[in-house]
């Protein structure tokens, strides 16, 4: 059985996963549409990340973030597909798999903590719905 703190560590991890995503194809896209769609998203990230490291804060954890080698694997893979193609189609479809990833990953992680704190189940649900969210948003571009 998981530890909250230890879902919480998966939530800040996750949401950096999708800010690090997002930040590396934003600047391959020229299509407002998607542009705007992309930054609406950064800020959930943001706020998801933010909320998970001040509630291990105040239980007395640091937040654990992505180590150099996940962020930099994530950076170049982003990098190469984006630049093969640059079309709001594949950068959508890009999203798609990350959020799915992130949906997977998440309901397991979700599925192995005893979770008491109304609070931690609330954050991490709101995981959840914005990568659902996202996933919802990101099919109109494909």
């Known amino acids: 059985m998981l530890s909250e703190n230890q879902l919480l560590n998966h939530i800040y991890q996750t949401a950096e996963m999708g800010r690090e995503g997002i930040q590396s194809v934003m600047k391959y896209t020229d299509e407002p549409g998607l542009a705007s769609a992309l930054a609406g998203q950064l800020t959930e990230y943001e706020k998801l990340q933010n909320a998970a490291g001040s509630l291990l804060q105040a239980r007395g954890e640091p937040p654990r973030g992505l180590g150099p080698v ?61 990568e659902q969210a996202n996933i919802e948003e990101m099919k109109r571009f494909l």
């Open 70 to 130: 996940a962020k930099a694997s994530s950076e170049v893979m982003s990098t190469v597909k984006a630049m093969a193609d640059r079309s709001p189609a594949n950068i959508a479809e890009m999203m798609i798999q990350g959020s799915t990833m992130g949906v997977t990953k998440s309901l397991r992680t979700i599925r192995d903590c005893d979770i008491k704190d109304v609070t931690v189940r609330h954050l991490a649900d709101r995981l959840l719905k914005t």
